[in-house]
């Protein structure tokens, strides 16, 4: 196993966020000096984690892999 893991895939997506929240986000930027992207991902992930009734949903659905650029591609 190697020391450095890979990077995680990181994809655009245009959101559109609430004035008082986009403050927020740009005012916890300053505070720890790191990217909007970068605290987005962060707050996600972990309030994600923590909603039990999403986790029970998600355990219920069927596993469905969103298809591979290669499959797009062959659809086109």
Do not use: C
Request: glycine share 6%; hydrophobic share 35%.
């Amino acid at each position: 196993m190697p020391i450095v893991q890979k990077e995680p895939t990181i994809v655009k997506r245009g959101i559109h966020l609430e004035q008082p929240v986009n403050e927020l986000l740009d005012d916890y930027v300053r505070f720890i000096e790191n990217r909007p992207d970068h605290v987005v991902n962060s707050v996600l992930k972990k309030m994600l984690a923590k909603d039990r009734e999403y986790k029970r949903w998600k355990g219920q659905q069927g596993r469905v892999e969103p298809p591979s650029r290669a499959a797009l591609k062959a659809g086109a």
